[in-house]
């Protein structure tokens, strides 16, 4: 609202200033909401509103009054006016939480283009990386700060703790660990990126001399983002779930259309996608809560341990040495091995006066680590869990990891944590909407980056195109069908691409094979492999040409 009258006191003013130019209270009036309207971004108020309701996905709700919204929506739109409003000092408290990872990176977008200070309270790692330049922890009632984002953060903590090494052992561990991951799965990540990358800009800057390169780019891109090999001829001993042509729906809404998967004995696979997509509903299905509309779900022979949002597990009229060991007592059985109770939940962060203590009485944050404490100590085959790392901190994240890191059986789980996502899982199924799941063994991150590169190549085709209409001379003859060469091609050229690159494939196969290329010969194959991909590269450019004339008419 201040913002709006603002720009109504800027058009009023200047129609006064028009008319009165030499007026100086009228000028200095005129530049000091200039001057308000400049630092707070506001000229073009309701194209920032627009963009703003669609990332955060409030457009349906637009005439709605706040009040009859969940929670959820309630704090989109609270986050949406805050970024809107654009203040001197920004306070948020978990901004990501209910946030799926594409409102989250519209979120980070804005925060970094915003001139403000920004002081918030996360347990999204990704989200601390890409958006804090210092870290303040509270660690033992005294605030310790930390220069840089959050790898940076590990990395002086690490430092720190080995001069404060004595009673430091188990967080140490822990840190050791993250600190590992880091350099071979970021770093090494970032190093593969990098050819990708140069390639981006590249074409960036050749796009209005030849369209066809994005094409070809966005074609690579494609393929990259959706490569995976399934799995063949596994042995059914090792099956958990099988899905052949899954769907179901709710009302006006296709969740899962036709999705065939198979899940194996040690598979860590993240759910991911966009918020109502039907993750949950995917995690129904597989325990059997919710009938699949069509399709089968085949289920072998094992147990399942399952954690949802609700913590339906617990008993709040319950201690949790009642919890625990239910039967009396003082050890539970861990994966099959004795331990006392205090020393595991120990390991949870939680102190010895806790055993007495209700459930009922503890925090959203405390009856997760219970919940998730509780389901580890089960002897089960496969964990299905719904957003695991909701209203945990850090700390408790990384011991988390650290126990499904080293859990042998098959984990399944829903999460918008890119941090968590990339560290856990080794297969993606990705919820598109309107029913389009994809299957990537991509890290999320990767996937991601990927889709974002498409998204920016596709926004620079659509400019050339525009530009090149514009740029036509209005006497040259418009192209209204593909000509008979061109039509062929286009008919002829996807069967003869996808036939060389079986070709291609066998000399690479039997490039590997020792009894294969010695009957064959190196040097022939090498030569006719040569061959082979010259002659694709060639079909594929011209594939790629006629498409683009296609797609034009």
Request: hydrophobic share 35%.
């Amino acid at each position: 609202t201040e913002l709006k009258e603002a720009k109504q006191e800027y058009d009023r003013l200047s129609l006064q200033v028009a008319e009165d130019f030499d007026n100086e209270e009228l000028l200095k009036a005129l530049e000091t909401v200039t001057s308000f309207l400049d630092h707070h971004n506001a000229w073009n108020l309701d194209d920032k509103i627009e963009r703003v309701m669609q990332e955060f996905q409030l457009k349906a709700y637009e005439e709605r009054p706040v009040v009859s919204l969940s929670g959820g929506e309630q704090r989109r739109v609270a986050q949406a006016s805050l970024i809107l409003k654009k203040p001197d000092v920004l306070l948020l408290d978990e901004p990501t939480n209910h946030l799926d990872v594409y409102m989250v990176e519209f979120l980070e977008e804005m925060l970094l283009k915003g001139n403000f200070t920004l002081l918030f309270i996360s347990h999204d790692r990704h989200f601390i990386d890409t958006v804090a330049t210092r870290v303040v922890e509270v660690d033992n009632q005294q605030l310790v700060s930390y220069n840089g984002g959050y790898m940076s953060y590990l990395e002086q903590k690490e430092a720190r703790m080995h001069a404060l090494q004595k009673g430091h052992e188990n967080l140490l561990r822990l840190l050791k660990q993250e600190e590992a991951w880091l350099r071979k799965g970021v770093r090494a990540r970032e190093k593969r990126n990098q050819g990708r990358k140069k390639r981006v800009f590249e074409l960036r800057d050749e796009a209005k001399k030849n369209p066809t390169l994005i094409r070809k780019m966005m074609v690579e891109l494609e393929r990259e983002k959706k490569h995976f090999n399934r799995e063949e001829g596994v042995s059914r001993k090792k099956m958990l779930f099988e899905l052949e042509d899954l769907s179901y729906s709710v009302p006006g809404t296709k969740l899962i259309e036709n999705f065939s998967t198979r899940i194996l004995q040690k598979d860590k696979i993240a759910i991911v996608g966009i918020n109502g997509a039907g993750k949950s509903t995917l995690l129904k299905l597989m325990l059997g809560r919710i009938k699949p509309q069509s399709g089968t779900i085949k289920q072998g022979d094992f147990s399942i341990g399952y954690f949802d949002q609700h913590r339906e597990m617990l008993d709040n009229n319950k201690t949790l040495i009642e919890t625990f060991c239910p039967d009396g007592g003082d050890h539970i059985e861990v994966q099959g091995a004795s331990m006392h109770v205090y020393g595991y939940l120990k390991s949870f962060l939680f102190p010895k006066e806790f055993l007495d203590k209700k459930i009922g009485m503890l925090s959203g944050g405390e009856k997760n680590r219970v919940a998730l404490a509780l389901l580890l100590t089960k002897k089960v085959d496969c964990l299905i869990l719904d957003e695991p790392t909701n209203d945990l901190d850090i700390q408790t994240i990384n011991i988390l990891e650290e126990k499904l890191i080293n859990f042998p059986g098959a984990i399944l789980f829903v999460s918008h944590d890119r941090y968590f996502i990339d560290k856990i899982a080794s297969k993606l199924y990705i919820f598109k909407g309107n029913g389009v799941v994809e299957e990537s063994y991509q890290t999320y991150t990767e996937y991601l980056e990927i889709e974002k590169e498409m998204k920016a190549l596709d926004s620079i085709e659509q400019e050339v195109k525009r530009s090149t209409k514009k740029e036509a001379p209005r006497n040259k003859k418009v192209q209204t069908k593909l000509s008979y060469k061109e039509q062929q091609d286009f008919d002829n050229l996807p069967g003869e691409i996808e036939a060389l690159e079986g070709k291609i494939e066998a000399i690479n196969s039997c490039l590997q094979d020792p009894a294969c290329y010695q009957e064959k010969g190196l040097a022939a194959l090498s030569e006719e492999l040569s061959q082979l991909e010259a002659e694709y590269e060639r079909k594929s450019d011209r594939y790629l040409e006629v498409l683009e004339i296609f797609e034009s008419l």
